[in-house]
Nanobody, 120 residues
Framework: QVQLVESGGGLVQAGGSLRLSCAAS????????LGWFRQAPGKEREFVAA????????YYADSVKGRFTISRDGAKNTVYLQMNTLKPEDTAVYYC?????????????WGQGTQVTVSS
């Protein structure tokens, strides 16, 4: 198994930036496709971004494409989400997720979440 711990959330004004980190421990880091989901109050959890086991082929939800960038550092066992041009609609709890498959279809492991609040 793998354990995931997110950090980097906070309060930022619209148009600002935040960088989220997810530190992984346990099973070999490169065994998993990694990514991020988010959940806003009163809404279902939604996919945000994913990255392949090798660190390539990033994939994004249309709502964040062009603004967010996902990356991973195998040496540090960490996956990142750089969030730029933040909007109030981005306000949510962000969760790191891991899937042993090729795609982040059914993540089996989750972090506990980090709050991102974007003010207008």
């Amino acid at each position: 198994q793998v354990q995931l711990v997110e950090s980097g959330g906070g309060l930022v004004q619209a148009g600002g930036s935040l960088r989220l980190s997810c530190a992984a421990s346990g099973r070999a880091f490169n065994y998993y496709t990694l990514g991020w989901f988010r959940q806003a109050p009163g809404k279902e959890r939604e996919f945000v971004a994913a990255i392949s086991k090798s660190g390539g082929n990033p994939y994004y939800a249309d709502s964040v494409k062009g603004r967010f960038t996902i990356s991973r550092d195998g040496a540090k066992n960490t996956v990142y989400l750089q969030m730029n041009t933040l909007k109030p609609e981005d306000t949510a709890v962000y969760y790191c997720a891991a899937d042993p498959g090729t795609y982040l279809r059914t993540p089996q492991y989750w972090g506990q979440g980090t709050q991102v609040t974007v003010s207008s």
